[in-house]
């Protein structure tokens, strides 16, 4: 039949949303230690999806994801607003969106960020979720509940959608702790969390496993920096 030729049938094609010529250099050199193809494949990203990059940084997914989910498609990506004024931002940002028309960044403190309910088909949370415990009087990060952030995520995903959620392995212990000493996080918490907030636990990949890492160095440390030990869940809300 002519369904099996149908695009729709296939799924789109990650590795051509990967391979955009135009994105940025520095970009590009991480695409080898994240492997965003194989990523949003594994997480189920759809043509036409309403999208959603929590704490965005640079847009590096935001840019990718809104090439995998089209016209029809859109990304918002979140980003605190201390983040967003410098110049090196302002410019990342505006070859992102001149790139992607439908990629919007928008400016918000992670609490305060409500999406519509029922509206979001997919939630990226990208190396991020560890900042929910984070706190930083340099960086201006106030102190915020998970919880909350969760809850108003859950309330913004539509029934059935999904929640993408890599991070860097940290060792058990007093997480907020732990996140302010390495910028890691125990996968446990990060399970039951997301658990506790009404998601179901869809899938997990061990495409980034690395038994060599030393969960007590931080990440940002050379030794280790773009070799963590990374965790890759899939969450889904019921439904």
């Given at each position: 039949s002519s369904a099996a030729t149908n695009s729709a049938e296939t799924g789109p094609d990650f590795e051509a949303a990967v391979s955009d010529p135009g994105r940025d250099e520095a970009d590009i050199k991480l695409d080898d230690s994240r492997k965003p193809a194989e990523v949003l494949a594994f997480m189920g990203l759809e043509s036409g999806d309403t999208v959603v990059d929590l704490f965005a940084g640079g847009g590096y997914y935001s840019e990718i994801m809104g090439r995998v989910v089209g016209p029809e498609g859109s990304v918002t990506a979140v980003n605190?607003?201390?983040?967003?004024?410098?110049e090196q931002s302002k410019a990342k940002w505006a070859g992102v969106t001149e790139r992607q028309p439908n990629v919007k960044m928008v400016p918000s403190q992670l609490p305060d960020y409500k999406p519509a309910p029922d509206s979001i088909d997919f939630a990226m949370l990208h190396l991020i979720y560890h900042d929910f415990y984070w706190e930083s009087e340099e960086y201006k990060?106030?102190?915020?509940?998970?919880?909350?952030?969760?809850?108003n995520l859950f309330a913004g995903m539509k029934p059935?959608?999904?929640?993408?959620?890599?991070?860097?392995?940290?060792?058990?212990?007093?997480?907020?702790?732990?996140?302010?000493?390495?910028?890691?996080?125990?996968?446990?918490?990060v399970r039951s969390d997301?658990?506790?907030?009404?998601f179901v636990l869809d899938g997990e990949s061990d495409m980034f496993a690395n038994p060599d890492d030393d969960l007590e160095l931080n990440v940002f440390d050379?030794?280790?920096?773009?070799?963590t030990d990374r965790f890759v869940m899939r969450f889904r809300k019921p439904g």
């Open positions: 605190p607003p201390q983040f967003t004024t410098s990060f106030e102190k915020m509940d998970p919880a909350a952030v969760l809850s059935g959608g999904i929640v993408a959620v890599i991070d860097h392995v940290g060792s058990p212990g007093d997480t907020r702790a732990v996140v302010e000493k390495t910028h890691r996080i125990d996968p446990a918490t997301f658990l506790k907030a009404g050379p030794a280790v920096r773009g070799q």
